[in-house]
């Protein structure tokens, strides 16, 4: 079975700095990855993902991706991170076949960005 | 332009009430639909998935059920709620083959 992990619960970092929320994946073949944000009380909003081809992905709102088959991993970047930043970030990786597609998700970093 | 509706934003019930929750989409025939709940505002886990009108697989043994009596509706439902039942559910639906799009949630507490 699939699976995403997230290992960091928080990332602090100040306003104008860049950041890195981490993801780090495990799937028989080649994955198909995303990332989502949630702000409180909110349903989960698109920020980009990965399927083939490039293994930098550019996202919404100025965030980036990098995809790393070697490290398995699919950490989340942005350059200058802004106070709106502030929210809960999901990893996910999508099922490879079968009808259900499913998205399966990390346990989510909260990132707050401090002026 | 496909939309996805989910309603009530907030329910509070008393343990031991029922319950339905209803998710329906618009723009789009088809999809697969998915129930979500989310638990202390961390991780999602799958409840319910749905590939067809009446076609109801569930992931995890649990309280709740869940319907597709249309091709755009889905329905989560509880006979008789438990205080564990309480979290944030969210509903979505899948365009084409990578496109998930989550509803608003519903925030679910049970006293």
């Known amino acids: 079975a699939q699976s995403v992990a997230q290992p960091e619960d928080q990332v602090n970092v100040a306003e104008g700095n860049p950041l890195t929320v981490k993801c780090t994946y495990s799937?028989?073949?080649?994955?198909?990855l995303f990332w989502y944000v949630q702000y409180p009380n909110r349903g989960l909003q698109f920020l980009l993902k990965y399927i083939t081809g490039d293994n930098l992905v550019k996202g919404s709102y100025g965030f980036e991706a990098e995809f790393n088959k070697s490290q398995t991993s699919f950490h989340l970047k942005k350059p200058s991170a802004l106070v709106s930043d502030s929210a809960l970030y999901f990893c996910?990786?999508?099922?490879?076949?079968?009808?259900?597609?499913?998205?399966?998700f990390g346990s989510g970093t909260r990132l707050q960005v401090q002026p | 332009s496909q939309t996805i509706h989910q309603w009530p934003a907030t329910l509070v019930q008393p343990v031991g009430s029922p319950l339905s929750l209803e998710c329906t989409v618009e723009?789009?025939?088809?999809?697969?639909l998915y129930w979500y709940r989310q638990a202390a505002g961390r991780g999602l886990q799958l409840l319910f998935y749905?590939?067809?009108?009446?076609?109801i697989s569930s992931e995890v043994p649990q309280n709740l059920s869940a319907s597709r009596p249309q091709d755009r509706q889905f329905i989560l439902s509880s006979k008789k709620l438990l205080l564990s039942d309480s979290g944030f559910y969210l509903c979505?639906?899948?365009?084409?083959?990578?496109?998930?799009?989550f509803g608003s949630g519903t925030r679910l507490t049970v006293v």
């Open positions: 723009g789009t025939s088809n999809p697969n």
């Open positions: 979505a639906y899948l365009q084409g083959t990578y496109g998930y799009t």
């Open positions: 749905s590939v067809g009108i009446g076609q």
């Open positions: 799937v028989s073949g080649n994955p198909y």
């Open positions: 996910a990786v999508r099922d490879i076949d079968g009808g259900r597609r499913a998205l399966t």
